[in-house]
């Protein structure tokens, strides 16, 4: 990373002016080498004795630089000049070089760190994706998701954005690390699963077999539940709005699907029916009858396209359906 982008990420960080996007950014550079969390500590007590700044004031340091410059050299500006706005003009510029000099110092001490390549793992909208990661664990990522990590793996640290399933090899007690969202998952040898949702700000954690370890990665939390082990089906759940880590059964079969192909329902309401096949599928489904909602159904659904499914169910609640476009209608059905 560069010594630009270190200083940019650093102060909005510290401000508390930074983006989900750029704090993932920020935390796959500090697990990449216990040096760079050292630097940030640094920065971190020179921002905290650097004045008392408000709660929501992120300094614009170009700006800044540019302001003093032109006040000073405006004299008839000069004695109008707000003393509160200048001081602050010329803290940011004191910020912004010391902050530079510990960056460019600890790039030119540390080269061989900020070398290190970073790869991208992706899976397209429209397919999943497997691959093979470099200490041999699995990782199966379903569509529009991606997984990213340093080259060399030193320390088994990966990065989520979407959903992916783990199958974790274990390595002479070296910890396995999913940052996803604001929470890090920490697993020795196991098989799981971790779905982030930007849309609702959660993430979910739901495991297989082995423990794994779910906590928030902030430092400042209100709640004092940040951290759960998760036993073989056991859920996490991670409330980005209340910053909330919870633990519940898991209760969903079909949270797999994505991989296994296999749908499955138990008793199911038909209206959980119809959600489900609706987000599998990507299909919009109206029911327009009342007769069929109180109806429940155990079926397995094994690799078959959604007309597959209906015909199926055509026969078991005596459907009557339209397809129109991309939108499925059930006129009638009944148990």
């Known amino acids: 990373m560069t010594e630009e982008k270190i200083l940019e990420l650093a102060s909005k960080y510290l401000s508390g002016n930074i983006s989900d996007s750029e704090k993932q950014i920020l935390f796959e550079w500090l697990e990449s080498d216990k040096k760079n969390e050292a630097l940030l500590k640094k920065l971190k007590q ?32 000069k004695k ?7 001081w602050k003009a010329a803290a940011a510029i ?12 600890y790039i030119n001490n540390d080269n061989a760190t900020n070398s290190t390549e970073n790869i991208k793992l992706i899976a397209s909208l429209n397919a999943n994706a497997e691959y093979s990661l470099p200490d041999s664990s699995k990782v199966w990522l379903n569509k529009n998701s991606s997984l990213n990590y340093n080259q060399d793996f030193k320390n088994r640290v990966v990065y989520l954005i979407g959903e992916a399933y783990f199958e974790v090899q ?25 779905k982030t949702d930007s849309e609702n700000k959660s993430v979910e954690v739901i495991v297989l077999a082995g423990k794994v370890s779910l906590e928030k990665q902030e430092e400042k939390a209100n709640q004092t539940e940040s951290k759960v082990i998760l036993n073989p089906g056991e859920k996490g759940l991670y409330n980005e709005n209340n910053k909330s880590v919870s633990i519940e059964k898991n209760k969903d079969l079909n949270f797999l699907a994505w991989k296994t192909k296999t749908l499955q329902f138990v008793n199911s309401n038909f209206s959980d029916v119809v959600s489900i ?16 909602h ?22 078991l609640l005596n459907l009557e359906y339209q397809i129109k476009e991309n939108k499925v209608i ?3 059905g009944g148990c």
């Open 170 to 194: 274990k390595q002479n007690g070296e910890p396995f690390t999913i940052h996803a969202g604001n929470t890090k998952t920490v697993v020795l040898g196991t098989s799981f699963t971790v």
């Open 294 to 315: 109180n109806c429940t159904l155990t079926s397995t659904h094994q690799n078959q396209e959604l007309n597959e499914v209906l015909e199926e169910l055509q026969i």
């Open 94 to 105: 004191v910020i912004l070089f010391i902050f530079s000099f510990l960056i460019y110092q």
């Open 330 to 332: 059930i006129t009638k």
């Open 46 to 77: 020179i921002w905290d004795l650097s004045g008392n700044y408000e709660s929501d004031y992120y300094p614009d340091v170009s700006a800044a630089v540019n302001r003093f410059k032109t006040r000073l050299a405006s004299k008839q500006r």
């Open 277 to 292: 096949l609706s987000k599998y599928y990507g299909r919009e489904i109206f029911v327009n009858t009342e007769s069929i």
């Open 80 to 86: 109008y000049l707000n003393f509160t706005l200048a």
